[in-house]
Every structure is written in C-alpha cells, then in structure tokens.
C-alpha cells in the first residue's frame, strides 16, 4: 500500500468512524430520555393536579367528608411512616442477616439453595405477599391491622436487601478480611467490625431503595392494614397508608378527593426520589 | 509467650527452632502444591523463601499460620511445630495461632474505614482491649517499630487510605506488630512498593529481627541476600536446598539452585 492510498484509506475511515460514533451517541441520548420521559410526565401531571391541595391542613388534619372542602391526610402520611418502620424491623434484620450469611460463608451447603429462593421472591407480586400477612397475621387477629401492613411490605424487602448486602459485601476485598483473619481475630469480629464496616454505606444504599420501593405498594395493604378513615397509632388496629388513599379516592366519585388522591400521589412520589437522592448524596460525599 | 492450646506443650523437636517444618505437604483439591517439605525457623533470624513463580512458596508461608483453613479445598498434611507444639493438632485454636504467628500481605491492605490509630490497635481493640493509655503506648511503639511514627503521628486519626503504598505498608507491619507476635510471615511485602519505600522496608527488616523472627517470601534474590540469614530455594512444591543465605548465594550444592540463582531461569 502506497503512502498516498493509506492517507486516502484513513481519511474515509475516519469519517466513517466520526459518523458511527455520532449515531452511536445518538441512540444511548435517545435512549436516556425514553428513560425520563416517563417521570418527567407524571412528575408535571402530579404538580399540575395536586400542588393546589397542598397546604397546611393537607399535612396536619384528617380527611374532610365527600364535598366539602378542606382536610388533608394526616393520618396516611403518619400510617405509611408506621407500615415501614414495622417493615424495616422485618425486612432489615433478616435481610442484612441472610445477606451476611451468603456473601461470608459462601463454603456453605445451604448458600446456593438460599440465593437461589432470595432471588426467587423478587419475582413474587406484592399481592402474594400481603395474601401472606394476611394468613399469618390477620386471620389469628380475627380483624384487619397495621402489623399485618407492616409485615407484608417487610417480606417484600427481604430479597431486595438480601441481594444488595451479598453484592456490596461480595465487593470488600478478600485481602481486607486475611489481614483481620491474620492478626488473630476470630470470623465473626472479622465480618462484624472490619466487612460490614467497609460496606455499610452499600448496604444502607439498598436497605434506602428497598424502603423507597414499598412505600408505594398499595395492592398488599388492601387486605392487610386496609386503611383507615381516623387517626390510629395501634398497629394492631387497622391503619390509613398513603397508598390506599390514592386507591380509594381515585375510585371515589368527588372531584375533590381526586385532587387529594394527586396530591398524595405527588407527596410519596417527592418522597421516594428525596430519599434516594439523600442516599446518593450522602455516599457520594462519603465515599470522596 | 501465650500459649496456642490449653495442654502443656511438650517439647519433642531441637530447641533452637521457633518453627519446625516436618514433611509439610499443602494441596488445593488433589493437586499437591508443597511436597514433603522439612525446615527449621531459627529465632530471631529472616528466613527467606525463594523460587520461581509457582514454586509454592507462598502457598508454604500460609500453612505456617493455618491460612489454609479459609481456602476451600486446601489441606495440609505434616507437622507444623510452633515452640514445639504442632500448630496443626486437633487441640489447637486456628485463631490463637494467628495471634502468635502473624501476617504480612503483598498489597498493602490497611482497613479502609479505620484511622491510622485504629488499624495498628485493631488487633487489640477488636480482641476487647481498650484501656486509652495502653492502646496510645501500643500505637507509638509499633509505629516507631516500623519506622513510620515521625511521619504519621501529626495525622494519627487521619484515614489509613490517605498514607503512601509504602506507608500503608508499613502500617500493615506496624498492626502486626502491635499483637506482639513471635513470628511474622511476610509475602512478598515490596512487591507492590516502589525502589525507595522498598528499601526503607529492608532497613526495617534488621532491627524488627531482634524482637520477632520473620519469614519472607521474595522473588526479588537482591532482597534475600540483602535482607536474610538463611535461605530456602523451592522449586516445583519441593524444598531444594536451604542453608545461610551467603552459602546459598556463593557455593550452592544444588545444580537446580546455582541456575536459578545465577538467573538461568524464573
């Protein structure tokens, strides 16, 4: 090949090379944006309906009666933040622990079957398990309760958890864990003060997104905590939860309630994504 | 000295080995990656391990503090005695050897979340020891043992991570250190430094000697002869030659030794 020829060949190659990176860029962008098309769009449908209702009263009081004006919920707003911690207790504990579990003692005969089950309930719908809650807890209840909300939204954490704490615990070098195993220290202070430490903010990270992902759920709350028109602290008493009030006042007849149910929408939406920005923000800062 | 196991030792081999290797084979599944390997570690020496890639001189130095026991599928077979007592017997703690018999890896590994007070102390604190005035005595000892107090003790709660590679490496030796150990196996603990924090390591190596006995993994032969007083040449799992390491390098017995020695092959 001439000089001449190898300058020509690597010009068109080079134009060619500029065109499939440009088209390339191109589909990830557009890709990018069919990602964000679709929250941007409820975000803006949500403000436009809701924002109106959002005031004090909205934050502080009880629902009004169908027609008249006013009211807010209160009640919901305190319910949901009830059904997660109760959630949490559940979901947390025994997530964090069977994470623990599969990512240290990965020798042992029960890991596969566990990660295999863990990753199994993730594909269970949420309904399955409230209908789950629903005959551990509510039937020996004879009645509908919070704790039974509560429990149901916490299973749905597990797997989540699970997964999230095996993969960051799977991160912390081998070499960290022999430095500890080396100065004498038995397996489970190596795992407790020098593993769990180096991924804590890994696995604060999931536990956050799993919290941010049940706090929406409304299907397994149906027949679990089932709502509540009043204020109710006992979690052995049925309970109100923001989600249920978008399912009731969303059927409801009134045009008021609809702009309620928006406005709650807009309130556990803001929640999630302030929750999960929180997160980033938070570790993003740690971890610099 | 604490003792590794609750019976009385009895001493059954020559008193003048801290370790005394007999017929040690270590094997992954059914590959066997040390063969029949026989030595003797005498106090207050540098003992170094040489040989080629492969050779399974690390996989050697990690039997003598049962590091095996993490990896799965690895088994030791042979005698091990520490102070006379086979590290290896039913009776003993893996964990009160590791106390006893430390370890110094070829990357730097300090904690990632601790403080450079706290990685030397962890050994220590982590074991429920947190009396203030002890751990601070501890910290500058140790430090000053590894030859890094004068440049870390402004920046002591500072984080580990924040110090040079051979900084950090020198922590490491340091946090060895502060358990008091009889014995420190290091493997190829320059390996990933650069020729200046590499010599400071070497300088460490003479005065260290005096409190606790070392066995080093090298590839590097400059740094066993520099470093040791008796050297074991591996070759392919089998222990080929030992002796004093200025024998070794100027009239080895071994034809095996004298190439690889002379850089024929490795």
Redo the contacts between chains.
């Keep these: 090949m001439t000089v001449r020829s190898l300058a020509k060949h690597g010009r068109s190659n080079r134009l060619r090379r500029r065109f499939a990176d440009a088209f390339a860029t191109g589909v990830i962008v557009l890709a990018a944006a069919i990602v964000l098309t679709p929250l941007v769009l409820v975000l803006a449908y949500l403000i436009g309906r809701g924002v109106g209702s959002l005031d004090l009263a909205f934050f502080t009081q009880l629902p009004a009666p169908a027609g008249e004006p006013g009211g807010g919920v209160a009640h919901a707003i305190v319910g949901t933040l009830e059904l997660l911690v109760i959630a949490s207790v559940i979901g947390l504990t025994i997530g964090i622990g069977t994470g623990v579990f599969v990512a240290e003692y990965p020798a042992h005969p029960l890991v596969p079957t566990v990660r295999l089950l863990s990753d199994a309930l993730i594909g269970i719908p949420a309904i399955v398990m409230g209908l789950v809650a629903y005959a551990l807890i509510v039937v020996p209840f004879h009645h509908f309760n919070g704790l039974s909300g509560g429990v149901s939204l916490g299973l749905i954490m597990i797997p989540y958890v699970v997964r999230a704490t095996d993969e960051v615990m799977r991160l912390v070098p081998g070499t960290v864990r022999e430095a500890g195993f080396a100065l004498g220290l038995p397996r489970w202070r190596v795992i407790v003060s020098i593993v769990i430490p180096s991924a804590a903010s890994g696995i604060i990270t999931g536990a956050m997104l799993a919290m941010a992902r049940v706090a929406g759920e409304a299907a397994p709350l149906l027949f679990t905590a089932f709502g509540n028109q009043y204020w109710n602290f006992d979690p052995l008493k049925p309970i109100a939860a923001l989600p249920l009030v978008i399912y009731t006042y969303s059927i409801s007849p009134y045009d008021s309630w609809h702009r309620i149910a928006s406005a709650s929408s807009l309130v556990l939406v803001v929640f999630v994504l302030l929750t999960t920005a929180l997160t980033r923000f938070v570790f993003a800062r740690r971890a610099r | 000295m604490m003792r590794i196991a609750d019976e009385v030792a009895v001493p059954e081999a020559q008193v003048d080995a801290v370790l005394d290797l007999h017929d040690v084979n270590v094997f992954y599944g059914a590959t066997r990656a040390v063969k029949d390997v026989s030595m003797a570690v005498r106090p207050n020496t540098v003992t170094a391990l040489i040989g080629a890639s492969g050779c399974g001189k690390t996989t050697l130095l990690r039997s003598l503090?049962r590091?095996h026991d993490?990896t799965?599928g690895a088994r030791v077979e042979g005698r091990v005695l520490f102070e006379g007592q086979d590290i290896y017997d039913r009776s003993v703690d893996p964990?009160?050897?590791?106390?006893?018999i430390?370890?110094?890896?070829q990357?730097p590994?300090?904690?990632?979340?601790m403080t450079v007070y706290d990685n030397v102390v962890?050994?220590l604190k982590?074991?429920g020891r947190h009396r203030r005035s002890e751990l601070d005595e501890v910290v500058e000892r140790s430090l000053r043992q590894a030859a890094l107090w004068d440049e870390v003790k402004d920046r002591l709660n500072g984080p580990a991570t924040g110090l040079s590679g051979g900084q950090q490496q020198r922590l490491?030796i340091a946090?060895?250190l502060a358990?008091d150990p009889a014995v420190l196996l290091m493997d190829e603990p320059t390996s990933a430094l650069d020729p200046q924090a590499t010599a400071r390591i070497e300088e460490l190596l003479a005065q260290l000697k005096q409190a606790v006995t070392i066995v080093i993994v090298t590839h590097n032969m400059q740094q066993a002869g520099r470093v040791s007083d008796w050297t074991a040449f591996m070759h392919l799992g089998e222990l080929i030659e030992q002796g004093p390491t200025d024998q070794i390098f100027t009239r080895p017995q071994e034809e095996l030794t004298e190439r690889y020695i002379s850089g024929h092959f490795g």
């Design positions: 503090n590091m993490l799965k964990v009160a050897v590791r106390r006893v430390g370890m110094v890896f990357k590994n300090p904690f990632p979340t962890a050994g982590l074991a490491c946090r060895s358990v």
